[in-house]
């Protein structure tokens, strides 16, 4: 069975101070590892999907790297808008199905 | 990028009536679509995936009877909440894959509360 773990549960923060977010996960052939953010009461906002181990996507202020066991989500200088919940989730690679971390709720204080 | 819409946005039905739940890709077709739940300060679980002209297939645990499926096209599919209950109060999300590198876009969800 996949499982998809991600630490810290919560992370607070100052604005400008970076961090990154871990993303731990087993899965029976990996075909893709995804990072959605999602504000309260909405749904999930699509980030990044990456592939292989080595990969590395960018978009603003984040960084998504992936290796065989993990990814991080690197969110450098962030702003009070970076504020949400990050989900990790993991697709296997005989199905589209996604399995989804609990999530690391951001809270950037200005 | 891809758009998915829901509706209703929120709802509020009594105990024993059925509510039904649109989901639409608006700007692409979607060959698979995707009905999650999410309770308070939880991550989504997946209900069920849904193939447009097909039944849908369910996870385990999750009633088929209760929560009704149909992919009508490929830009359409509906959840309809059966005979509901207090404990079926919860945030429903779909999700829309148009296929090619796997990608799910998911839409705004559907606030769903039984009196």
């Known amino acids: 069975e996949d499982q998809v773990t991600q630490s810290p549960e919560a992370l607070r923060l100052q604005e400008g101070e970076s961090s990154s977010l871990n993303c731990s996960y087993t899965?029976?052939?990996?075909?893709?590892l995804f990072w959605y953010r999602q504000d309260p009461g909405k749904g999930p906002e699509f980030l990044f999907t990456?592939?292989?181990a080595g990969e590395e996507k960018e978009k603003e202020r984040l960084k998504a790297t992936l290796t065989k066991k993990e990814s991080f989500l690197h969110i450098t200088a962030p702003k009070p808008e970076d504020s949400a919940t990050y989900l990790c989730a993991v697709q296997a690679s005989n199905d589209y199905k996604l399995s989804f971390g609990a999530g690391t709720t951001v809270t950037v204080r200005a | 990028g891809a758009v998915v819409s829901q509706h209703p946005s929120r709802v509020i039905c009594k105990s024993g009536t059925s509510v039904k739940i649109e989901c639409r890709s608006l700007?692409?077709?979607?060959?698979?679509m995707f009905w999650y739940r999410q309770f308070p300060k939880q991550s989504l679980m997946l209900m069920a995936t849904?193939?447009?002209?097909?039944?849908?297939?369910?996870e385990q645990g999750v009633e088929k009877d209760k929560f009704l499926i149909n992919h009508a096209s490929l830009t359409l599919s509906t959840l309809t909440v059966t005979s509901a209950h207090p404990e079926d109060s919860s945030f429903y999300i779909c999700?829309?894959?148009?296929?090619?590198?796997?990608?799910?876009?998911f839409g705004p969800g559907t606030r769903l509360t039984v009196t």
């Open positions: 899965v029976s052939g990996l075909r893709g």
């Open positions: 999700s829309a894959f148009g296929g090619g590198a796997g990608e799910q876009y």
């Open positions: 990456l592939y292989s």
């Open positions: 700007d692409f077709q979607a060959t698979t």
């Open positions: 849904s193939n447009e002209g097909s039944k849908a297939t369910y």
